[in-house]
Nanobody, 119 residues
Framework: QVQLVESGGGLVQAGGSLRLSCTAS????????MGWYRQASRKEREFVAS????????YYAESVKGRFTISRDNAKNTVYLQMSSLKPEDTAVYLC????????????WGQGTQVTVSS
């Protein structure tokens, strides 16, 4: 059974930092892209960042570019999201996702971890 489990969320003041982790199990994910999305209350899910299978290519939403860094450790089947200079508008549930097959859509999702940034 494939599972993605996020951790590291919490409450932080504006300007602070958090590091999210997503550990996958049930299969290897070293051959697919992984990434992070977020969903704020009463808003649609939006892309945050993604990373290629090797980790050599990363992509970011404009709203987080320069503040967030995505990375992965394939030996641990884990992807990370380092978030710095957090803003109240970053408040959301952050979800980890992974492609089901190389080049395919994100088809595996975690349950999410809440990030709340106070002003």
């Amino acid at each position: 059974q494939v599972q993605l489990v996020e951790s590291g969320g919490g409450l932080v003041q504006a300007g602070g930092s958090l590091r999210l982790s997503c550990t996958a199990s049930g299969r290897t994910f070293s051959n697919v892209d992984m990434g992070w999305y977020r969903q704020a209350s009463r808003k649609e899910r939006e892309f945050v960042a993604s990373i290629s299978r090797s980790g050599s290519n990363t992509y970011y939403a404009e709203s987080v570019k320069g503040r967030f860094t995505i990375s992965r450790d394939n030996a641990k089947n884990t992807v990370y999201l380092q978030m710095s200079s957090l803003k109240p508008e970053d408040t959301a549930v952050y979800l980890c996702g992974a492609q089901r097959t190389p080049g395919g859509a994100f088809g595996y999702w975690g349950q999410g971890t809440q990030v709340t940034v106070s002003s």
